[in-house]
């Protein structure tokens, strides 16, 4: 089965330096990874996604990821920090062959403060 | 707009009461999920739908419910048979459940048993 590691809790970062939020997977084959965003008492929105191609992988609001396949890694990225980042942030997986249900494995979240 | 739209927001319940959550689309999307997000563990995945009358259980469907009569709609019952059932209740769609695209959430339903 699928399963995603965020290994921090929090991750807090003064505002305008680069912000790194870390995420290791697990899955059988290749995998779809996935990036949300969460601010507080709402739902998760997208934030980017890697299917195939490109390692390095654009999203919403400034943020890239960068797929490491060989570290099975799947980090996100934002070269600048705004407080208005500040919020709990979600990776997830699925199997490329897990087809019919897009079933998706989510880390535990990492909460991001960014602090003025 | 298309969205998806959970109600109540907030809902509180006595200790052995059912209480139903409601999610309704209107993003003409085949599949649709309820999630669980407790404090520092995720979300776990309750039951899913691939399809109009269908659905399976997910990790943790144990005391759920959920029924699937329309395209637009996927309730979640939380039974009295649920153990710990405060949490944070999240409702998901996707185009169809082959998609390699994103998932689409609700606002969510927060529920407390008193």
């Known amino acids: 089965a699928q399963s995603v590691a965020q290994p921090e809790d929090q991750v807090n970062v003064a505002e305008g330096n680069p912000l790194t939020v870390k995420c290791t997977y697990s899955?059988?084959?290749?995998?779809?990874l996935f990036w949300y965003v969460q601010y507080p008492n709402r739902g998760l929105q997208f934030l980017l996604k890697?299917?195939?191609?490109?390692?390095l992988v654009k999203g919403s609001y400034g943020f890239e990821a960068e797929f490491n396949k060989s570290q099975t890694s799947f980090h996100l990225k934002k070269p600048s920090a705004l407080v208005s980042d500040s919020a709990l942030y979600f990776c997830a997986v699925r199997a490329y062959r897990d087809y019919g249900n897009n079933r998706l494995a989510f880390g535990k979240g990492n909460q991001v403060v960014v602090i003025p | 707009d298309g969205g998806i739209t959970q109600s109540p927001k907030y809902l509180f319940r006595k200790e052995g009461q059912n209480v139903t959550l409601s999610c309704e689309q209107n993003?003409?999307?085949?599949?649709m999920y309820w999630y669980r997000q407790d404090p520092g563990q995720g979300l776990r995945l309750i039951y899913y739908s691939q399809i109009v009358n269908d659905f399976q259980k997910g990790d943790i469907a144990e005391g759920y419910s959920v029924s699937r009569e329309k395209k637009e709609s996927f309730p979640l019952t939380v039974t009295s048979a649920q153990k710990n059932p405060t949490a944070f209740y999240l409702c998901a769609s996707s185009i169809d459940p082959t998609n390699t695209g994103e998932l689409f959430f609700g606002e969510g339903s927060r529920l407390t048993v008193l």
């Open positions: 890697y299917i195939t191609g490109d390692n």
């Open positions: 993003l003409n999307h085949d599949a």
């Open positions: 899955v059988s084959g290749n995998p779809y």
